[in-house]
């Protein structure tokens, strides 16, 4: 069964669910999108899959994952949404049964219109297994015999992958693209309460520590310059630069972009614009 249909309880808006595999990689790479619907009074759900224990030079285990999940809880009173936490490892994802029957009864439960996650090809195995465990879920989300506690959906939500810089096997289709200039600011304060993740952790292991601020506010313009594109836009500047009108294209700073994924509902010309209604559909 595909299509969509509005979420009835929720006054026919939308809820859209990003499933990422780390506590910041919805706010990396959704978080200007995910800032446009809630300003429309849509909802949105983040799950990440892991609890991002790993992921640090001087801390780890048990207080890593509960400062990341206080970081997590920030964002999502910051912004007004729900963001997920499983208790899975960070770096040890798989794409077991059991972690397919939590993302599908998620989805359940949020009634998901639409669902963000990563390309099955990406440098970071929690990524492509979170992306595997997506796919793997989209068809059986309307089968009620798996999960069957949580009640089916009747139709699937449709999945589309964000933005990334991977070539092989080809690269990311920019598919629909979303100005997020206006909301930049905000995207990178809900972006900031990862304080382990962009202050201390990438920091270190991509080599720049040493040029994180040390106060407050030059931290956030610290943080602008250096991840306010997730992906760099010149890449995507010929294909799409005919898609605008020059005085718009000219006020473009910030991009987000997403592709389609072959599983669960599909992304067509007749549902674009209820599921992107700010988005420039390139497809
Ligand atoms: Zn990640």
Sequence with gaps: MMGVIPNKENGNKLSVLFIGAHPDDADIQFGGTAIKYLQLGHTVNYLSMTNGDAG???????????????????????????????DNHDGELQPTVENRRKVIQIIREVKANLVITHRPNDYHADHRNTSLIVQDAAYLIC????????????????????????????????????DITEVIDRKMQALAFHESQVFEWLPFIEGYLDEVPKQADERLAWLKAKWSNPVNMDEFL?????????????NIHYIEAFERCEYGGKLTHENVNTLFPFGTVNF
């Design 56 to 86: 640090h030079q001087t801390q780890g285990g048990g207080a890593l994952a509960q400062r990341r999940r206080g970081e997590s809880q920030s964002v999502a009173e910051f912004l007004g949404i729900n963001y997920f936490v499983l």
């Design 143 to 178: 089968v009620p015999n798996i999960v069957p506690f949580t009640p089916r959906l009747e139709s699937n939500p449709v999945i589309v992958y964000h933005q990334d810089r991977f070539k092989k096997p080809y690269p990311f289709v920019p598919e629909v693209v979303v």
């Design 238 to 250: 010929p294909e799409l630069k005919p898609k605008f009108p020059l005085e718009v294209w000219n």
